[in-house]
C-alpha cells in the first residue's frame, strides 16, 4: 500500500541557507511534494521572508553570512513566537545546535530525500 503524503499547509515553507545547490534541492523536493515554499539566503533576507509569508516550518541552515542559526530564529520568533524550526548543518552536532534553537528536529549533512520528508512530515505535525 502506498504511504499517503501528509496535506501541504497552506502556510509555506521557508527554506534558508546560503548554498544554492542544498537551497535548490530542498525546495525542489518540498514543492514536489506539495508544498508552497519560499528561499533566503542569509538571516536578513529570512527574517523578511517569515515576516511577508508567515511559514509554518523554517529549514535553518546554521552557519548563515553574518549570523548563526540560533540568532535567525530568535529574529523570527520575535514577530512568530509560535515558529518551527529545523535546524541543518553539517558539522557533526546536528543536535545540540537544535537544542540552541529550542526545536527537536534537524537534519544532518549529507541527508537523504526520506529523511528530510520524515523530518518535514513530523515537524509540521506536532502541536
Request: hydrophobic residues 45%; without cysteine.
Amino acid at each position: 500500500m502506498a504511504q499517503q503524503k501528509p496535506p501541504a499547509p497552506s502556510e509555506p515553507i521557508l527554506v534558508v541557507d546560503d548554498e544554492p545547490d542544498t537551497r535548490y534541492l530542498l525546495s525542489s523536493v518540498l514543492r514536489h511534494e506539495g508544498f508552497q515554499v519560499e528561499t533566503a539566503v542569509d538571516g536578513a533576507e529570512a527574517v523578511r521572508a517569515a515576516s511577508a509569508h508567515r511559514p509554518a516550518l523554517v529549514l535553518l541552515d546554521w552557519r548563515l553570512p553574518g549570523e548563526n542559526g540560533a540568532q535567525v530564529a530568535s529574529a523570527i520568533r520575535r514577530e512568530h513566537p509560535n515558529a518551527r524550526f529545523v535546524v541543518v548543518t553539517a558539522d557533526g552536532r546536528a543536535a545540540a545546535k537544535a537544542e540552541q534553537v529550542q526545536t527537536g528536529w534537524y537534519l544532518q549533512k549529507p541527508f537523504q530525500i526520506d529523511e528530510l520528508m520524515q523530518t518535514v512530515t513530523a515537524a509540521l505535525g506536532a502541536p
